[in-house]
Nanobody
Framework: QVQLVESGGTLVQPGGSLRLSCVASGFTFETYHMGWYRQAPGKERELVAA????????EYADSAKDRFIISRENEKNTVFLQMHNLQPEDTAVYYC????????????WGNGTLVTVSS
């Protein structure tokens, strides 16, 4: 069955960096667009970054531009989110999701990984 497993979330100080990973299984990874989303307490889940199946195109939320980088290694069925200059407002549960159509709501989600930015 389809599985998406995120990892890498932890407590980090403001200004710090983290790299999140999402390992996929149960489907042909290289045929799906992948995205990172986040949900902060009391807020809706929002897109952070996405890339196309081949990794050739990307999309970022304004809050992520110039700080976050999404990448993927199709041979390892893995998508990454490199985050720099993290701020308290980046605190959220981060989820990866797969989409067959570009920038459409994912049909499968991982269970999420918690990123807490605090001093």
């Amino acid at each position: 069955q389809v599985q998406l497993v995120e990892s890498g979330g932890t407590l980090v100080q403001p200004g710090g960096s983290l790299r999140l990973s999402c390992v996929a299984s149960g489907f042909t990874f290289e045929t799906y667009h992948m995205g990172w989303y986040r949900q902060a307490p009391g807020k809706e889940r929002e897109l952070v970054a996405a890339n196309t199946a081949t990794g050739g195109s990307t999309e970022y939320a304004d809050s992520a531009k110039d700080r976050f980088i999404i990448s993927r290694e199709n041979e390892k069925n893995t998508v990454f989110l490199q985050m720099h200059n993290l701020q308290p407002e980046d605190t959220a549960v981060y989820y990866c999701g797969r989409s067959y159509l570009w920038l459409r709501r994912p049909d499968y989600w991982g269970n999420g990984t918690l990123v807490t930015v605090s001093s």
